[in-house]
């Protein structure tokens, strides 16, 4: 079982998107029973919330339901709980790291560090833009589960 934690600052926008795009898409690859995912924020300040209005609507145009979805804080223990911490931009790994520790076994890295275009994804709460949002953290998803595959991760 392979466990996977998206972050990032609020866990309302682009945390959760993670979380319920990889769900799907790993359905759809047929390997959802080898990965446990969830997701969680570097801040607080959301904690309790549902998943934001325009985040929700954006996975519901690709079929995506995330009902139930409660923001959560990143806790210390979260370091040892999961294999992968998946952030959505650098300040979220950094943060990341001083939470959970800089000796957590978790790979605690950026997304789109496996896509073939490295880089952060832009939080949809200030640009507005939830579909690049959900374009971004598709792209990321994809790449990080043919990289699952092709470590053998899968299997």
């Known amino acids: 079982m392979v466990r996977v934690l998206f972050v990032c600052l609020g866990n309302i926008c682009r945390s959760p998107m993670g979380e319920f795009i990889l769900k799907d898409l790993a359905a759809s690859r047929g390997v959802a029973d080898r990965l446990e995912?969830?997701?969680?924020?570097?801040?607080?300040?959301?904690?309790?919330?549902?998943v934001y209005l325009p985040a929700r609507?954006?996975?519901a145009k690709h079929g995506i339901r995330c009902d139930g979805k409660r923001?959560?804080?990143?806790?210390?223990?979260?370091?040892?709980?999961?294999?992968?911490i998946l952030c959505m931009e650098e300040v979220n790994v950094r943060d990341a790291r001083r939470i959970c520790g800089a000796d957590a076994p978790a790979a605690i890295v950026r997304l789109l560090d496996y896509s073939a275009r490295p880089r952060d994804i832009a939080d949809p709460w200030w640009t507005r833009d939830f579909?690049?949002?959900?374009?971004d953290i598709a792209e990321g998803c994809a790449a990080f589960l043919d990289y699952l595959?092709?470590?053998g991760k899968l299997a």
């Open 71 to 84: 923001a959560r804080k990143l806790r210390p223990a979260d370091g040892g709980a999961y294999d992968y």
């Open 57 to 59: 609507t954006q996975l």
């Open 131 to 135: 579909a690049k949002a959900y374009a």
């Open 37 to 50: 995912v969830a997701s969680a924020g570097t801040s607080g300040e959301e904690e309790g919330n549902p």
């Open 149 to 151: 595959a092709r470590e």
